[in-house]
């Protein structure tokens, strides 16, 4: 199985950047796509961005794009987002996944969460 632990969240104002890092232990962490949710006060838990294992492909979410990156290490058993441009309505506690069936970033489950980081943006 799969460990994932989630690091580099703190406060930042509006404009700031922040980079995320999700640190994997355990077996096989390079077949897994790796995918960053969020959940923000009062709300669901949303998908953000993903990366398939080979780090070919990457998805992110329409509200992200331009602003976000998300990229691995599978050396260093790592995964990242790069946060820049930030706003308040990213505040959210972030989530690190990992997939290890088909490339489905969206829709597929998930089958390791980490435990979450927050990050709160301010005006």
């Known amino acids: 199985q799969v460990q994932l632990v989630e690091s580099g969240g703190g406060l930042v104002q509006t404009g700031g950047s922040l980079r995320l890092s999700c640190a994997a232990s355990?077996?096989?962490?390079?077949?897994?796509?790796m995918g960053w949710f969020r959940q923000a006060p009062g709300k669901e838990r949303t998908f953000v961005a993903a990366i398939s294992w080979s780090g070919g492909s990457v998805t992110y979410v329409d509200s992200v794009k331009g602003r976000f990156t998300i990229s691995r290490d599978n050396a260093k058993k790592t995964v990242y987002l790069q946060m820049n441009s930030l706003k308040p309505e990213d505040t959210a506690v972030y989530y690190c996944?990992?997939?290890?069936?088909?490339?489905?970033?969206?829709?597929?489950?998930?089958?390791?969460w980490g435990q979450g980081t927050q990050v709160t943006v301010s005006s």
């Open positions: 355990g077996r096989t962490f390079s077949s897994y796509s």
């Open positions: 996944a990992a997939q290890g069936g088909t490339y489905d970033p969206v829709r597929g489950a998930y089958d390791y």
